[in-house]
Each structure stands twice: as C-alpha cells, then as structure tokens.
C-alpha cells in the first residue's frame, strides 16, 4: 500500500476535490452576479421624455417637457418634485389666449390681491427655438422685458389660443413678426389646431400638453376680474410621473402594453423612480 503524502507543515491542507468545488461555487456565483446585473440594466431602461401630471379644481391634464431645452425642462422638475407648485392659483387667465400660473405669493392670496411678480430668486436662460412655437397646450416660460429674454424661474403659462387664417399669419408676419416668417409647420398648426402666434421668438417653449387639453379650454372659460385674475380660485397639484409610470405611458404610446408583471416590479425596486 502506498503511504500518502503528509500535509505541508504550517499550513491548512484542503484536498484537491474540494479546491476544485469551491472553484466552480464562485464561478457559479459570478456568473449568477453578472446575469442579475444584466438583467437590472435591461430593467432600467430610462424614458425618452419627462412628464408632469398637473391637477386642477377642473381636471387634471400630463405635460411633456421637451429634450431641446434642458434648463427649463430640469428647472420645471426640481421645483415639482420639491412641492413648489402645489396649492399655487392659476392668477392671470385670458380665454382663447392663455392661463398662466407659479407665482408662489398666490398660495395665500388674499381675494383681487395683484398677483405676478414673485418667483424663486432667479431666471432661466432663454431657450427659444424656431421649431418649439406656440401651439395649443404648449407650455412657455412667462418672463419681464428683459432684453436677454430670460425666462422667471417659476412662472408658465399653457397656451390656449384660437385658429388663424392664413390671410391673419399673413397680417401678423407683415405688423406683428419684425420680419419674421413663419415656417410651414407654424403654419399648418395655426390654421388647424390653433395657438398663439405673436408669442413665437419672444418666449421659451418648453413642453406641451398630450393629455387633458380641455381642462385648459375650462380654466380660460372662467369668469376673471379687470386684472385678469379667476374670480374663484383655481388652484394647481403637480408631480412627476416615476420611471415605471413613463415608460409605460411611452409602450402605450408605441401600441404597447404598459409592463407590471412580477419581474417587472421585482427589478424596479433596485432602480429609482425618479430619472
């Protein structure tokens, strides 16, 4: 019989059948970690836009802030998550033109008290492009006369509007525009959905309604005061949709259906909501 070879001294002996099982047990492992990881990744997928569900004493409507103009898109977003929006009126509301809201002195105004001169502190550089224009449930950056056209930090309006012949963008480019021309597509909208025309080149746009367009039809309707102001109160609520909330609008929105399986859930708790 063949004596075995003693143990090295000082040292732990592990016989070679286990050294190689524990070898196997971590690749498996590492295996098991790069297939989570993978798999998270494919989970986590990030929308392509941003969106903010705004609700109002009447209804509720979802915004989509566009890629095009990132400081007034991740400014919008900073001060809705943070609640500044909440509970704030509504304060200047021309019907056929716009509602325009976010002046935070309107949370505890008093009845027919002059509103829209507060803000957070800042502006936002103008972010105005010849494609981003005035359509009907578009949102723009109200601002002062600044000559840089900076738009307020806080407050917006939502174009309501009214269609336009081509004979009127004919008169508006001639008396109003400077020279200015509108585009094929300006045109196409105004003379089908309607907007406000006049604004374009002058204020930041910076998203646009895709859902509840009536509500502002309903906030411009309401009875206002000789400054323009809602005899009743009209007050907003806003949050951002989370990651799950957006990526299923945008499935939907490619005649998908909206994802909120187990697994889908299961991989969304190691992802944040918000993105």
């Given at each position: 019989m063949n004596k075995q070879a003693d143990p090295p001294a000082g040292g732990s002996y592990i016989p070679l059948k286990i050294k190689k099982s524990i070898i196997i047990l971590m690749k498996r492992i590492a295996l098991l970690c790069l297939c989570i990881l993978l798999s998270v990744s494919a989970f986590a997928k990030t929308p392509v836009f941003k969106y903010i569900s705004i609700t109002t004493d009447k209804g509720s409507c979802l915004l989509k802030l566009y890629n095009a103009t990132p400081l007034h898109r991740d400014n919008f977003v900073k001060l809705v998550r943070t609640g500044y929006y909440d509970n704030l009126l509504f304060h200047r509301v021309i019907n056929h033109f716009?509602?325009?809201?976010?002046?935070?002195?309107?949370?505890?105004?008093?009845?027919?008290?002059?509103?829209?001169?507060?803000?957070?502190?800042?502006?936002?550089?103008?972010?105005i492009q010849d494609t981003l224009f005035h359509k009907k449930g578009a949102i723009g950056a109200a601002r002062d006369n600044n000559p840089a056209k900076a738009s307020s930090g806080s407050q917006f309006y939502l174009v309501d509007g009214r269609v336009f012949t081509e004979a009127a963008l004919d008169s508006l480019e001639q008396f109003k525009m400077k020279g200015r021309k509108f585009s094929e597509a300006q045109r196409k909208i105004y003379?089908?959905?309607?907007?406000t025309p006049h604004l374009d080149g002058n204020y930041t746009v910076?998203?646009?309604?895709?859902?509840?367009?009536?509500?502002?039809?309903?906030i411009a309707a309401v009875k206002t005061d000789k400054q323009d102001r809602p005899v009743d109160n009209v007050k907003m609520q806003m949050k951002p949709l989370t990651r799950r909330e957006a990526l299923n609008l945008e499935r939907e929105q490619q005649g998908l259906k909206a994802k909120n399986d187990f697994i889908t859930r299961f991989f969304d708790i190691f992802s944040s909501q918000n993105y």
């Amino acid at each position: 019989m063949n004596k075995q070879a003693d143990p090295p001294a000082g040292g732990s002996y592990i016989p070679l059948k286990i050294k190689k099982s524990i070898i196997i047990l971590m690749k498996r492992i590492a295996l098991l970690c790069l297939c989570i990881l993978l798999s998270v990744s494919a989970f986590a997928k990030t929308p392509v836009f941003k969106y903010i569900s705004i609700t109002t004493d009447k209804g509720s409507c979802l915004l989509k802030l566009y890629n095009a103009t990132p400081l007034h898109r991740d400014n919008f977003v900073k001060l809705v998550r943070t609640g500044y929006y909440d509970n704030l009126l509504f304060h200047r509301v021309i019907n056929h033109f716009m509602v325009q809201g976010g002046d935070p002195d309107s949370r505890y105004a008093a009845q027919g008290q002059m509103l829209g001169e507060g803000g957070p502190g800042y502006t936002v550089n103008a972010e105005i492009q010849d494609t981003l224009f005035h359509k009907k449930g578009a949102i723009g950056a109200a601002r002062d006369n600044n000559p840089a056209k900076a738009s307020s930090g806080s407050q917006f309006y939502l174009v309501d509007g009214r269609v336009f012949t081509e004979a009127a963008l004919d008169s508006l480019e001639q008396f109003k525009m400077k020279g200015r021309k509108f585009s094929e597509a300006q045109r196409k909208i105004y003379t089908t959905i309607g907007g406000t025309p006049h604004l374009d080149g002058n204020y930041t746009v910076f998203g646009e309604l895709i859902k509840g367009g009536e509500v502002v039809d309903q906030i411009a309707a309401v009875k206002t005061d000789k400054q323009d102001r809602p005899v009743d109160n009209v007050k907003m609520q806003m949050k951002p949709l989370t990651r799950r909330e957006a990526l299923n609008l945008e499935r939907e929105q490619q005649g998908l259906k909206a994802k909120n399986d187990f697994i889908t859930r299961f991989f969304d708790i190691f992802s944040s909501q918000n993105y």
